[in-house]
Each structure stands twice: as C-alpha cells, then as structure tokens.
C-alpha cells in the first residue's frame, strides 16, 4: 500500500480547491507532525516535481486536490483545471463510465486499485494510462483521501495492438502453445486452415489434430525444445483438419522462457504447403514413373545434349552398343554412329531443334565396342525449358539388327531364285525394263543372253529331281564365275537362265554367249560322286537405241534365236 500520514496537505492542494471541509480532516491529522516538516514537504515537492510518473492527490470523494507536472502532460490539463471533478474531463469517453465505479468497489473494500484507462488531451492525442491509487488513512483507519500514480504505457499499448493486428491479421498460422501440447491462442488464419473455431482448438492438444504418423516427430521436437536442444524449429508436417481432411503445414517454433529460464509458451507460425507438397510429390512420383520407365525399358533410352553428348543412358542402350554407363557417358552419339550414316541424322535434328518437326524417326547403325554393326530404329524428340529454350534430345532407341535382317532375306526370297540365288523371273523382267530405259535415253549397247539346257529333263529322268537341282545350281555358279558384277542374271524358271550383259556389241555378245556354253560344260554337277555334265544353247539379242521399243519384242527375239540355237544342233549360240 501506498500512503502519505505526514505529507502537509496544505502544501499540495490549490488555494481555488472549494473541498475545504472535506480536506479538515487529513489537515488534523497530518498537523501533528512537528519536526522535519518542511523538509519533507520539500522533498515531496522535489520528488512530485521530476518523477517521469503523474502523480495526483484525492479526497475521500475522489475529487482532485493535487496533480503534478507529469500528470498535466499526461491529460493537457492545467493544474486548476484538473481540481475537483475537473480531472475526469480527461477520461476517454469509452472509459469514464468504468473507472469510476471500479474505484467505489475499490474504496468501499478499503483496497487499493489498478485500473487501466486512456487520457484523451485537448488536442485529440490519447495516452494509454496504468493508474495506481492507495488509499490514505486517518488514525481511525478511516480513508481521508488518495494518492496515486499514472503510469504512460502507449508504447507498449500501441506495440500490443500492432502485434494483435499483426496476430489476427496475418496471413498465415500463428499460435501459442503451453510446454504441455495446448493451444493457448490461435489467430483466424489457423483456425480456417484447421478447420475448428479458436474456442474448440484451445480445448485441444497439437497431438490431437496432428496426423497420427507425425505424433511422435512433434512430441520429439517439443522435448528437444524443452531441454534446451534446439531454440527453434522448422520442419514440415500434416494436421488432420476438423473434417477429416490433410494440411500440410511449414512449421516453425520457438521456445518463449521466463527471466529464471523457465519455458513460458512456444510461438508457432504455420503456413499451408498441402499444393506445394502434393505437387513436389506428383512431380517426384513422375520422376520415379521416368526413372523406372527409362531405366527398366526393355529398348534403349537416352538423353542427350544438344552437342551430341550422351547424358543419360539405361542399361538396355549399354547392352546394344556394349559401352558400360560411363563409357557411353564419356562419348558423343556420332563416335559410336557407323561412317556411312553420320549424314543420316543431322538434317533431321536440326529440323527438330529450329522448330520444323516435334519428333524425328530414322534407322541407322552403330558400331558396337566389339566391332560389330547393329541397325538401330531412333524416335527423338526435343526437350525444352520453362521458356522454351531448347535443352537436350530424348530418344528411344531399339536394335532392329535381326529385323533387317529377316527384312533383307525375305526381299532376297522375293527377288531371288530360292534353288540357285540368282534373281528371279518378277525381278530380272524389272532390270531387264530399266536396261531399256537406259538405253533409251541415253544410249549405248546391251545385250540379252538366253540360256536354256539341253536334254535337262533327260536329267531329271535318269537321276532324279535332287540330282537335277544340283545341275541347275552348278549352272548358276558357271553363269556367276563368267560373267561380270555388273551384268543381271536370273533364272526364269525351269532350266531357263537369263542374262543382261553390258556394254558389249555383236561380237563381244556372241564370245560372252560361247564362253558361258563352254564353262557349263567344264563346271559339272557331281552327284553321289559322279559328275553330271549337261550343255546349253543361248539365244543372243543385241540392245540398242532401236531394239528397245517393246520388252516382250525383246524377249520374244531372244525366245526366236535360243530355239535356232537348239535347231541347230544344241550346245551352240544364236544371234538374233
């Protein structure tokens, strides 16, 4: 309790105070003082007059019989104008009605009283005022009047409104929690991300709407808080919401302690991450689709850079190509491409890289690490960043060796003769057509050779049809020793071959045609150990700008010179 028993009241009220009769009483009892008076008025004076705290002086009514400097600054009131009632004049409106009668209260229990208010000054400024008032007692222990202080705390008013405002206002989650897991505070925004009124979360624990697989992480967290461990905490977790739903939430914590280092309360902000956090994992889970796409492909995938440079690769393109990882990894495309084909793919990706096609598919060949050559079937599309720019090529690549390879032997069974290899009869009536093209435009000589066995079936009859077979394969390979790269043969069929010679005119046409009877001849068959001799006869046409009108007046003078051939005797050759 704050009291003044020996302070002079004269000394502190003004001459113009009309509560004389009221102030007799405490003037009685503080006259009784008689030594040291005056040196405690003055220290009174000394005090009143420099303390940074409004001071003032009441009778038993309240009415004002004394103020300081400080408390005129405090209410832009003079001293005379603060006496008697004249100090309520002060008293934010909102706030009259309510320090007068807390006052009463505090005066008819004979109590002291702290109530907090607002000074409103003339010129509209309001001070946020702590008023303390004690009671003074007379010898009977009556209250005679009272003191009390006005403490300024704007300040710290104005900076709890802002943190108030900052608090309810903020965009994001904040709240108190007690040492024990409580909710002590929540602003609006944790309550809407929650889903609970603020009434209902501080009935709750954070254990209580935190998802149950993050329980023991936050009770972890709260201990290391607690020890001293950590001062402040940032991590991510989920909250069930009242709903039922998921947040996710980027938590950070820090641990409020006392002056003796006793934690007070934890101070939360919490900012919902659940689109974030759910988009990084459905870009991660497609990362893991590609990375399991990529690397578990049964054909070849790989990234690669703009200069060409590999910079992914699976284990299927190690296999085709033989490199290890790091081996491909350390080379460029174009080192492992086949020679012939490094002009296959460049138009191709520069089209894709300057925008004139999404996608390029073409086949070619690498040279595996063993030396060997594989084909393989490439799609390629390019890559680009968030601004469009161009950053590597993704490609598929699959080994199409086998594929080429049935592709290669069944065009060769389309066009070849399956008995002896030579072409056949759709085939060498194709080259025979172009033979003719040629020449018709631009010139030259050419000539058709007819062949045709003699006495073959004799052959068949005597030996059997294995035994022919291998006669007719030894003719091929006669006809194939004698006559050029260049030059067409096929067999048409049955014991009938064909044959386009370039190049050549009438004489050198008919030495072709003899030397081809005569190397049948001397390249026989052998069959079970027996050589199988037959001969031929061979119808010669001559080609030429003229003779190339009709290709079946071709064939038909080659058909009319083998049959002279044959009626000359056989073994021989005709010119037609």
């Given amino acids: 309790m704050f009291s003044w028993p020996l302070v002079p009241i004269e000394t502190c009220v003004n001459a113009r105070l009309q509560e004389r009769r009221a102030l007799n009483g405490v003037r009685r009892g503080l006259a009784r003082a008689t030594r040291g008076l005056r040196s405690k008025e003055e220290l009174f004076e000394a005090l009143a007059a420099h303390t940074p705290v409004g001071l003032f002086i009441s009778n038993a009514e309240g009415k004002a019989v004394y103020v300081n400097q400080r408390w005129c600054d405090l209410t832009g009131l003079t001293p005379e104008e603060a006496m008697g009632d004249g100090w309520s004049a002060a008293l934010h409106p909102e706030d009259a009605a309510r320090v007068g009668p807390e006052w009463e209260q505090a005066a008819a229990a004979g109590r002291d009283s702290v109530v907090e208010y607002r000074f409103v000054r003339p010129d509209g400024t309001v001070s946020w005022i702590e008023g303390y008032a004690a009671a003074l007692h007379d010898e009977d222990g009556l209250v005679i009047g009272w003191v009390g202080t006005c403490l300024d705390f704007t300040a710290r008013k104005e900076a709890e409104e802002r943190f108030r405002r900052t608090f309810d206002d903020a965009p994001v989650g904040m709240a108190f929690v007690s040492p024990e897991g409580r909710w002590l505070q929540a602003n609006p925004a944790l309550c809407r991300m929650l889903g609970y009124t603020e009434d209902k979360l501080t009935r709750l624990t954070v254990a209580d709407v935190t998802h149950p697989d993050d329980v023991s992480s936050s009770i972890d967290r709260i201990r290391s808080h607690l020890s001293g461990e950590i001062d402040t905490v940032q991590t991510e977790k989920r909250y069930v919401r009242a709903d039922g739903e998921i947040v996710w939430v980027a938590l950070t914590s820090t641990l409020t302690r006392d002056a003796e280092g006793q934690p007070l309360h934890f101070v939360a902000q919490m900012e919902d991450v659940t689109d974030r956090v759910l988009a990084q994992r459905a870009l991660e889970e497609a990362e893991e689709r590609f990375r399991r796409a990529f690397d578990d492909a049964p054909i070849g995938m790989a990234l690669a850079g703009l200069d060409g440079r590999w910079l992914q690769v699976n284990e299927t393109l190690c296999q085709i190509t033989g490199y290890s990882e790091a081996e491909l ?191 049948v001849v001397a390249k026989p068959a052998v069959w079970r150990g027996t050589e199988i001799r037959v001969t031929a006869s061979v119808g010669v046409v001559l080609l030429d700008r003229v003779m190339v009108e009709d290709q079946d007046d071709v064939l038909v003078a080659a058909d009319r010179a083998l049959y002279e051939a044959k009626a000359a005797g056989r073994n021989r050759i005709s010119l037609g």
């Fill in 329 to 519: 990894l350390e080379r460029t495309f174009m080192d492992i491409t086949h020679p012939d084909d490094l002009d296959v793919h460049g138009p191709m990706l520069g089209n894709v890289v300057d925008g004139g096609s999404r996608a390029v598919r073409f086949e070619k060949r690498y040279i595996r690490r063993d030396g060997r050559t594989v084909w393989v079937n490439i799609s390629t599309s390019l890559v680009h960043d968030a601004d469009g720019q161009p950053l590597h090529f993704v490609s598929q690549i699959e080994d199409v060796t086998e594929r080429r390879r049935a592709e290669r032997r069944l065009k060769e069974l389309a066009d070849h003769d399956s008995l002896t290899g030579l072409l056949n009869r759709r085939r060498f009536d194709e080259e025979l057509q172009l033979t003719l093209l040629r020449l018709r435009r631009h010139g030259g000589r050419a000539a058709l050779l007819l062949l045709d066995l003699d006495e073959f079936k004799l052959v068949n009859d005597t030996h059997g049809h294995k035994c022919g077979d291998e006669v007719l394969g030894a003719v091929a390979r006669a006809l194939r020793s004698r006559l050029r790269a260049t030059d067409v043969v096929a067999r048409l069929g049955g014991d009938e071959f064909a044959a386009i010679v370039l190049e050549v005119d009438a004489d050198a046409a008919q030495l072709v045609a003899s030397d081809v009877v005569a190397t």
